[in-house]
């Protein structure tokens, strides 16, 4: 018996050894200690469960002005949250740990972004008051907007354009597909 205590204790101590002279063994032996806590630690009860939120309606397809998205910067009774990029509003609701109040990018909610999106810039100085023709930007910042506005089209709503001063609405379809960025068709100034 003593015999079989000797040749275990010298496999354990051969084994320890092979283990701890090879970078790869040890690596090896790392990987599998953070697999196994994983498991473990992913068994625990995290604590009870809080309810999401129920989702905001879809907003129906409209254009709108520069002082109707303001209405929409997360703080209203539905907390819809929207944003111009690009002269395109989207809604970003979906979005509003990054978008809404106290977000990273807050202070784009309700606002044309696409200066501040352009020049990486969350200060006062990257909102304005009024509608922006950025055309003061760079031929990298526009593209900068540009990339931006895809990103927004394939990840958020699209609601309709940003309207500027003495610019008409477009008539959106009430069937109209709600991913479809078919151009609608204008109203006219007759009266």
């Not at 604590?47 to 879809?58: D, L």
């Not at 907003?59 to 910067?73: C, F, G, R």
């Not at 907007?145 to 089209?153: C, D, I, T, Y």
Request: glycine share 10%; net charge negative; with cysteine.
């Amino acid at each position: 018996m003593a015999e079989y205590f000797t040749a275990l204790s010298e496999f354990f101590y051969e084994f320890a050894i092979d283990i701890l002279y090879s970078p790869l063994n040890l690596v090896l032996l790392g990987v599998c200690g953070v697999l196994v806590y994983k498991l473990v630690r992913g068994r625990q009860d995290n604590g009870p469960v809080i309810p999401r939120e129920p989702p905001v309606p879809k907003m129906k397809k409209q254009d709108l002005t520069l002082h109707q998205i303001s209405e929409h910067n997360g703080l209203g009774p539905d907390g819809r949250i929207l944003m111009a990029v690009n002269g395109k509003i989207f809604d970003v609701t979906r979005g509003k740990r990054f978008y809404g109040p106290g977000g990273p990018y807050g202070v784009f909610a309700g606002k044309d972004a696409s200066r501040g999106l352009a020049t990486f810039s969350v200060g006062p100085e990257a909102i304005k008051d009024e509608c922006d023709d950025l055309s003061d930007l760079t031929l990298e910042q526009m593209d900068s907007v540009r990339e931006w506005e895809l990103q927004f089209m394939e990840k958020y709503d699209y609601i309709g354009k940003l309207l500027r001063p003495g610019e008409a609405p477009s008539e959106y379809s009430e069937d109209e597909d709600d991913q479809s960025m078919a151009p609608p068709t204008t109203k006219s100034k007759s009266a």
